[in-house]
């Protein structure tokens, strides 16, 4: 009975394997359009090149029915030729879509980073202003308090500078030797900024009488005799200049005896502390 069993499958089986061993192998056209689609399909071309891997999809099929329909049949590998394509050209522009979105977003980060730090820079160099005109308020005021109600001194801002205005007979007419009171207001201004170390624009004004020529080089001397004077008592030499100025720059009355003697002043024009 058993031997029966087998010799009535032994046709069916020899059918199998004939069949079997004249399968032809899918071609090479297509396995390289399936590898393609498969490396397209799990990079970035799944997201940023759909189109164009759905197209490559179709594609695929249609050579994949072909082989099914007939494996030996020459169009498949036309049509695998074409899907391979379109799977590559999908797998190259999601690389390229990738790319460029990765270097927007590089230059994106890269102006936000420059921002911050120009923003960064920006509350730093406020914060070094605020801190130097606290520290030039914090100095004007004791310069101003240690002056406050000596005769013929007047302290007023001007700017970024303060303003020391020294007038009255400090000098002798038409002279450029400091007279007594004239050496002692000096010195009294000199002790204030001898330790500020701040600099220091000595200005001469002469009234209008006599000869203007004559007026600025007496204006010029007088200011180069308080200069020192100044570093005579402790004022350093490098901190201050000198101009003459003669009677360009009368701030009173230059018809009136009183007017012109408001006139006859030394300025001294004092910068901001050094930074620091």
């Not at 799990?42 to 997201?47: F, I, K, L, N």
């Not at 879509?97 to 230059?107: I, P």
Request: with cysteine; glycine share 6%.
């Amino acid at each position: 009975m058993r031997a029966k069993f087998w010799l009535m499958l032994l046709p069916a089986s020899i059918t199998m394997l004939t069949a079997c061993s004249s399968t032809t192998p899918p071609p090479r056209e297509l396995l390289d359009a399936r590898y393609a689609y498969q490396r397209a399909s799990e990079g970035p071309a799944s997201t940023r090149a759909t189109p164009e891997l759905s197209a490559a999809r179709k594609a695929l099929d249609a050579a994949e029915k072909s082989y099914a329909n007939d494996d030996s049949d020459p169009a498949t590998k036309d049509l695998a030729y074409v899907a391979d394509r379109k799977a590559r050209t999908a797998g190259a522009k999601g690389e390229a879509v990738l790319a460029q979105q990765e270097q927007v977003q590089t230059q994106t980060e890269l102006a936000l980073w420059k921002s911050r730090m120009e923003s960064s820079r920006e509350k730093a160099r406020e914060a070094r202003i605020e801190s130097e005109r606290q520290a030039r308020i914090a100095a004007d005021t004791r310069t101003r308090s240690a002056l406050e109600g000596l005769p013929g001194v007047d302290v007023s801002n001007q700017d970024r500078n303060l303003v020391i205005t020294l007038g009255g007979n400090i000098f002798a007419t038409g002279k450029d030797t400091l007279s007594q009171t004239g050496r002692m207001r000096v010195s009294d201004i000199a002790g204030v900024l001898a330790d500020q170390k701040r600099e220091v624009v000595l200005r001469g004004h002469t009234d209008a009488s006599g000869n203007d020529d004559k007026n600025m080089d007496l204006s010029r001397r007088r200011a180069e005799a308080v200069e020192r004077f100044m570093v005579g008592r402790g004022v350093p030499a490098s901190l201050v200049k000198v101009e003459g100025l003669g009677s360009s720059q009368p701030i009173a009355d230059n018809g009136t005896a009183n007017g012109r003697a408001k006139n006859r002043r030394i300025e001294f024009i004092v910068g901001p502390p050094p930074s620091r």
